[in-house]
């Protein structure tokens, strides 16, 4: 608290002493007379800015930089330019604040939706070529020629030797018909026919007619080429006709089944083509067709599966491998559609919101403006409404220019209905904190929750049970964290990042990798305020992960976001608890109880 109470006390000190040199100027600095004086006064006046914080208005300094509290960009307090036909909730940006804050602009357009779409699969046998290998010779299995499970054959391949005494009689049958052959011919081909009907092969038949001895075993030949997928019975076993000896599969051709979420649907075709990559196989791309799209979406999971068809040369595709499929296409619509980037638009869950550049000004400004999205087509969005195509958008720095607006009372996404944001300071009674108690939205992700997998997030649910000991141990004003760091650190590393992509991989790749690192301090530092301090990063981080992408946790046992203004000098600190009972983990014993609950996950 002293080090921002030094700063602030320097930047005003620094403010006045600007003021008291320039006012001394003006009135004993005679060189230029009193025009001079008069003009240097005019061009002065009202160009002062004074810069604060969107996080905390509190501070206001007559520089740019960043804020003393939390690190963010300064952004200027007031902007205004005086003019006539100024809109109630229209946001001036002055020329140095505009490339200060960094904002771009682009004009909205129409244009034909393209995605790329990132599909996560599986290897599958191809099901029209599973195929059962019978017995067709009644009788006891004297000798398993094949006898375990993923061994290959080949059709016409001895796979198992039988007794049969129903065989046996066929066979005395058989040879005395032969003797009459001659007069009854009829009669031998049924007899070969009936043994055909047995599986004998004409070669098997051909010996018994030239030797004319009765065979006690026969030899089972396979019907089919493939791998053994299920083994169904021993040596010893008495088999009936009919009884199911193999399940053989044939992956000389095989499926790759792709998980497509409700949002990806509209974007996918039969006909598709698609990069297919395997974990297993690195280095190699197979390109494929999608063939088929499941008319039902598993009530579960909330997918449909998306199949292609792939020739499994040298069989390096191996049932039930992991796989990522990655295809571009374009939305099936009639006409162009209006689309804006993902980076122009602020998202709260149930506003979208852009800021539009009022056309005909002499200065930059800008106006909120809800909108209706539709289709997430990759990097942007499909507006359906609220926009029109010539209308010109920020897409860089909106974020700041919301934090402007909502400075100066006017309409913003945490303030869509305008008005003054209170700066004063408490313990978390008032639950409509619009500002202080969001978690830093600085940078916008934007992630579908529904489409993250439930494995994901009952794996998330395990990192935050591994990180709650820390959380009690510090509470209690314990320093000794080395085991619970450690587990914590394998809890993470047991993610399987794999289960997420695009903007949700980004997200946790990003909080992983801070996270870790901190881990690393917190397991090198001994004073537990050090400790304290190390532990609220890695609290945000993972609020972070859990506010973006969702958590199923433990046991399905509510979990507790909770916060306490006080932490780090009133900038304010959030951590999460398995009760609802506050026990701070920034004050220990000092102030244990300081905080209240802001959100629960169940």
């Keep these: 608290m002293k080090l921002n109470i030094n700063k602030r006390q ?17 009135i004993f600095g005679g060189n230029g007379g009193t025009e001079q ?24 300094i007559d520089k740019p930089g960043q804020c003393p509290i939390c690190g963010m960009d300064l952004i200027p307090l007031n902007n205004s330019m005086d003019s006539e036909s100024a809109l109630p909730d229209e946001v001036p940006m002055s020329a140095s604040a505009m490339k200060l804050a ?42 398993l020629y094949v006898n375990f499970t993923g061994e290959k054959v080949a059709k016409g391949q001895k796979i198992a030797s039988i007794y049969s005494p129903q ?3 066929a066979q005395k049958e058989f040879f005395e018909v032969l003797k009459d052959e001659e007069t009854n011919p009829a009669f031998v081909n049924a007899a070969r026919a009936k043994l055909k009907q047995w599986k004998l092969s004409d070669k098997q038949i051909a010996e018994l007619e030239s030797t004319k001895e009765i065979r006690t075993e026969f030899d089972v030949l396979s019907n089919h080429n493939g791998y053994v997928m299920q083994l ?9 006709e009919g009884q199911q000896m193999f399940m053989v599969v044939d992956l000389s051709t095989v499926w790759v089944l792709f998980e497509a979420y409700e949002s990806d649907l509209p974007w996918i075709k039969v006909g598709d083509r698609i990069n297919i990559e395997v974990q297993s196989v690195p280095g190699r791309t197979f390109k494929g067709k999608i063939t088929f799209i499941d008319p039902f979406i598993d009530p579960k999971t909330r997918v449909a599966y998306v199949r292609v068809e792939l020739p499994n040369t040298n069989a390096l595709l191996k049932p039930d491998m992991f796989a990522d499929g990655i295809l571009t296409s374009k939305l099936n619509m009639s006409k162009a559609e209006l689309l804006v980037p993902k980076s122009a638009v602020l998202w709260t869950g149930k506003r979208a919101v852009v800021y539009v550049k009022l056309p005909e000004r002499e200065h930059n400004s800008f106006i909120y403006r809800e909108i209706i999205l539709g289709e997430d087509a990759g990097d942007f969005y499909v507006v359906k409404t609220g ?3 010539g209308e010109e958008i920020a897409v860089n720095g909106v974020f700041k220019i919301d934090a402007a607006a909502q400075l100066a009372g006017k309409k913003s996404m945490m303030n869509p209905t305008g008005g003054k944001v209170a700066t004063g300071h408490n313990h978390g009674e008032d639950g409509d904190e619009k500002m202080k108690d969001m978690p830093d939205m600085k940078e916008q992700v934007m992630v579908d929750k529904s489409k993250i997998p ?3 997030k009952v794996q998330l649910g395990d990192v935050v049970a591994a990180y709650l000991p820390i959380k009690d141990k510090l509470a209690s004003d314990g320093k000794d964290l080395k085991k619970e760091i450690s587990q914590f650190k394998k809890s993470l590393k047991a993610v399987d990042m794999g289960l997420v992509m695009g903007d949700a991989h980004n997200a946790w790749m990003k909080n992983l990798k801070s996270m870790n690192k901190d881990l690393d301090l917190l397991d090198g530092v001994i004073s537990i305020d050090e400790q304290r301090s190390i532990f609220q990063r890695i609290s945000n981080s993972l609020m972070n992960v859990v506010s973006t992408l969702g958590v199923t946790p ?17 900038a304010g600190g959030y951590w999460f608890s398995k009760d609802e009972e506050i026990r701070n983990p920034y004050f220990g014993a000092k102030m244990l109880k300081c905080g209240s609950t802001k959100e629960t996950y169940k």
């Design 10 to 26: 320097l930047a005003y000190s620094g403010a006045m002493l600007v003021v008291g040199l320039l006012l001394g100027w003006l």
């Design 37 to 60: 004086t008069t003009e240097k006064t005019e061009d002065h006046s009202g160009h002062q800015e004074i810069w604060t914080c969107s996080m905390h208005p509190q501070i206001q």
């Design 102 to 143: 960094e904002i771009q602009t682009m004009v909205v357009t129409k244009q034909d939706p393209e995605k790329e779409i990132r599909l996560l699969g599986k290897v599958k046998p191809d099901e029209r070529l599973k195929l059962s290998q019978t017995v067709h010779i009644p009788g006891r299995i004297e000798k």
């Design 167 to 169: 065989l046996v009689i």
């Design 232 to 240: 169904n019975v021993a040596e010893g076993d008495y088999v009936k």
């Design 387 to 389: 926009l029109e195509a």
């Design 454 to 456: 439930e494995a994901f």
């Design 554 to 570: 433990q046991n399905k046992s509510p979990l507790f976001l909770q916060f306490c203004p006080m932490v780090n000098d009133n």
